[in-house]
């Protein structure tokens, strides 16, 4: 996890799947998510 400011980042792998999100610091609600392959 990164935090910048309003929101944290981050990146999860699992089962060969990459997963990059970002998170409101307020809330704990997903703003940003995108996984590949």
Do not use: M
């Not at 309003?6 to 940003?32: C, M, N, P, Q, W």
């Amino acid at each position: 996890f990164r935090g910048e400011g309003d929101s944290f980042k981050g990146k999860l792998i699992h089962a060969g799947v990459t997963y990059d999100f970002e998170i409101d610091a307020y809330t704990g609600r997903a703003i940003k998510w995108s996984s590949n392959k």
